[in-house]
């Protein structure tokens, strides 16, 4: 089991750090200057990725 964990936290950071920062400072800006101007930002997606969208938007109306 504690190798089974390890090997999930493993996976955890290696998909964390292949995120670019520089590409959520980007996406984070973009989502300030779209509230800024009063416009929308559309989330869509299909199945599981369609909770995702929701909880996003959800997220977007804190």
Do not use: C, K
Request: charged share 20%; net charge neutral; no cysteine.
């Amino acid at each position: 089991m504690q190798q089974w964990i390890q090997n999930y936290m493993a996976a955890q950071h290696r998909a964390l750090d292949s995120i670019p920062v520089d590409g959520i400072a980007r996406l984070i800006e973009t989502v300030r200057e779209a509230w800024r101007q009063d416009r929308q930002i559309f989330a869509i997606g299909n199945g599981g990725n369609a909770a995702n969208a929701s909880h996003f938007a959800t997220d977007l109306g804190r």
